[in-house]
């Protein structure tokens, strides 16, 4: 037999454990009502959004925890390591991908074809929730016909993304101590932290926004008719001139200096 907790059980709790549990439910009310409006807003058939887990593939991986539009039960629950499949692999680059024909794409590991065959899906987006280098989640967006996914759908699902990660951020802070305010910058340290920007070319700004989406060197290649050489010796360039690493730091670069318009 199980009793209601009381006042005083209740009070018992810490403070600790109250922010998780408040962050917790905060995180799975904000993902699921991403997955709802990915269907509602966007047009999409299917929406599905993957949570990172501790147990999966070593930590190199999610499960798909919420979902809306499945007919099926095989996408509930299922474990995606990183680099597996479209979701997979947008966790692991930290960036969108998608394919007009899940099915017949063949940049992409078809792990889960039995999956999505069951819930007769074809087009797929998958956007990452990343904020501050930490990818809190995947959504995936799917069609249950063939569509090229235009700038417009793409866009509308990666602001949905975007303010999700605003909500996730926030409800994860709560379980942080407030932390000291940082000193008042100098106008030297101010200049110090701000490097000498390079103007991009229009051929390396518009490789760089390609690049943005998701998009391999061999499609931006396709797409803009040039060698996959050619556009890595773009995107190299515009990371020498950027002061970044690699594709992450480079995509998170630009847009925080507006050259994604």
């Keep these: 037999m199980t009793t209601a907790p009381t006042a005083s059980t209740r009070g018992a709790e810490a403070p600790d454990d109250l922010a998780a549990r408040a962050a917790g439910l905060v995180r799975d009310a904000v ?14 058939d299917v929406g599905l959004v993957g949570v990172p887990e501790p147990g999966v593939a070593g930590g190199e991986g999610m499960v798909l925890r919420h979902w809306a539009g499945t007919r099926a039960d095989l996408l509930h629950d299922l474990q995606v390591p990183a680099g597996t499949g479209l979701g997979g ?7 969108p991908s998608w394919a007009p ?19 007769d899906l074809y087009a797929m987006l998958t956007v990452p929730l990343l904020h501050d280098g930490t990818v809190h989640g995947v959504v995936y967006a799917s ?3 063939v569509v090229p996914f235009g700038d417009v759908r793409i866009a509308a699902v990666a602001r949905l993304a975007e303010a999700a990660t605003l909500a996730l951020a926030g409800a ?7 932390a000291a305010p940082p000193p008042a910058p100098t106008a030297a340290a101010g200049a110090a932290r701000r490097p000498p920007h390079t103007p991009l070319t229009r051929r390396e700004h518009e490789v760089l926004r390609w690049a943005a989406t998701g998009r391999t060197n061999p499609e931006i290649a396709a797409q803009l008719g040039l060698t996959c050489n050619t556009v890595t010796g ?16 480079l995509a998170l670069t630009a847009r925080e200096s507006g050259l994604l318009g």
Excluded: F, Q
């Design 31 to 44: 993902l699921g009502d991403l997955a709802r409006r990915v269907v509602a807003d966007c047009g999409a």
């Design 101 to 119: 024909d899940y099915r017949a794409d063949t940049t992409i590991s078809h792990h889960y074809d039995a999956a999505v065959i069951a819930e």
């Design 234 to 249: 773009y995107l190299k360039s515009a990371m020498h001139k950027l002061g970044v690493r690699n594709r992450t730091e």
């Design 143 to 145: 069609l249950r016909a």
């Design 172 to 178: 994860a802070a709560w379980r942080e101590p407030p």
């Design 89 to 95: 692999r947008a966790l692991a680059e930290r960036a």
